[in-house]
C-alpha cells in the first residue's frame, strides 16, 4: 500500500465515523440533551444549588447537593474547574466542592445520556452510581485528610451560602424540564410501544434503493468493528443539521439583541429534524416506506406540549435565556465532538485489535490501571471520550477497563490537574489525583467483576473489606495528624 493510498484510508474511517455519528447519535440523542443542559442553567436559580454547599451545612446535605449541582451546572469538563473555583473560593468545603469537582463532568446528564445510547445503559448506570458514591467518598476523604485548611478556608470566606435567602423554582419551569426529559426518553427508550410502527405511506421516488447500496459501500456497516453505517434517513439528517446550524448562527448567536426571523427558522427546524429522525425510513425498490412509530407520537406530544409551555408561560427574557444557554453549550461541545469523532475513525485504521486485548481484554488490574492512565494522557472533552470508549470496546477492551477509563478522563487530564492546583495547592491537587486514580481503578475492577459473573454479594463483601481498611488508615493518619498538630500548630496544606 503507497502512502496516497493510506492517507485515503484514513480519511475515509474518520470522515464515514463522523458522518455514522451524526446520522445515529445526534438527534434524539443529543439534541434534547442540550437543551435540558440550557434549562437547567438559565432556569433554575443558583442559589438553589449553591446554597447547600457550605462547610457548615450537614455532610448528609451538603455531598448529595454538591453532585447534583454537578449534574445541573455543568455539561462539559472545561466549563467544570471555572465553576468549581467559584464555589470554593466563595465559601464551599472544601469536601463538597471536590464532590463537584469529580462528579460533574464523569456522570453530569450529557455523558450518562451518551454512554448509554452508544454503549449501553448498564455502563452508563455503573457510571452514575459508581461515580456518585466515589465522588462523595472523595469529597469526604479530602475533607478529612485537609480539615484543618479547611477550616482556615471557611474563616477566610463569608457565608455565602449559608446566608443567601432560597430563590424557589417556578411551577412552568419544572414542567418544562420535565417534559425535556420525556421527549429524551421518547427518542431515546428502545420498547415495543415507542419502536413499534402504527401507520404508514409509501413515497415513489426512484432510485433510492441504489442510493443506499452506494453508501454501504461509501461507509462500510460492521458492527464487530464499531462501524455503523449511513442510511438514506441519516443522510437526510445531516443535511437538516447543517440548516439548524446555519439559521440559529443567524438567529441565536445574537439572541440578546431581540429575536429575528432566523430565531423561529432555527426553532421549526429542531421540532422538525426531531420528528424526521423520529420516523421508520425503509428505501426499496419501489420508493420508500415511512412508518410512523411510537417515538414519533410520543416526540410529537411532547413538541406540542414545551410549544404551548414556552407561548403562554414563559416571558421574552426566560426564552432568550433559554435558547441562548442551549446554543452556548452546542457551540462549546459540538465542534469539540466532531473533531474527536473524526479522530476515532482515523484512530480505528491505525489500532490493531491485538493490541488492546491484550493490554485491557480482561478484568485485570493492569487492565483497569492503563485505562486509568489513558484517561491522564490522551484526554478528550467530555462526550468525546464516549465513542473513543466505544471504539475501544469494539477493538477488544474489556467492560471494566472500559469504565475505568471514562471515570479518569474527565478528571485526570494534566491541563485540569495544574489549574486545580492553583485553586486549591498543589498538595491538595496531587491528593485528590492520586484518590481518583485508586477508585476509578477499583469501579473498573467492581463492574468488571460484575460483568464477569461475580455475584452483587461477593463483590459487596470485598468493597466492605476495603472500604474498612481505608477508613482504618483514615482514622490513623488523622489521628496523627491531630497530634503533630496539638505539638508544632501550623496550616496544612
Known sequence: MNGLDFVLRLLQGGLGNLAAYLAAHVLLCLVPAFYIA????????????????GRSTPRYISYPAAALAGSVLAVCSCTIVPLFAGIYKKGAGLGPAITFLFFAPAANILALVYTGGVIGPDLALARLLLSLVFGIGIGLIMALIFSRADAAHD?????LFAGQAHKGMRGPALAFLLILVALLLFGTLKIGLLTGSYAQLTLPIPGVDGFQNFLDRLVPYDPAKGEEGVSVQGVILIGLLALIGLSSWRGIEAVHEGFNRWTWISLLLVGLTLLAAALGLKPHAGGLDVLFTGKFFGVLLAQVLLAWLLRWHFSEDELRDFLWESWKFVKQIFPLLIVGVFSVGVIRVLIRPEWIEALAGGNTLLGNLAGVIFGVFMYFPTLVEVPIANMFLSLGMHRGPLLAYLMADPELSLQSILITATIIGRLKAWVYVFWVALFSTL????YGAWIDGASLGMIAFYLALFLAALGGGLWWVNRRSQGRLAAAPGEVG
Request: hydrophobic letters at 50%; a positive charge.
Open 38 to 53: 440550557g434549562a437547567m442553567t438559565a432556569l433554575i436559580p443558583k442559589e438553589s444549588v449553591t446554597r447547600f454547599l
Open 155 to 159: 474563616k477566610a470566606t463569608d457565608a
Open 443 to 446: 469501579a473498573g475492577l467492581i
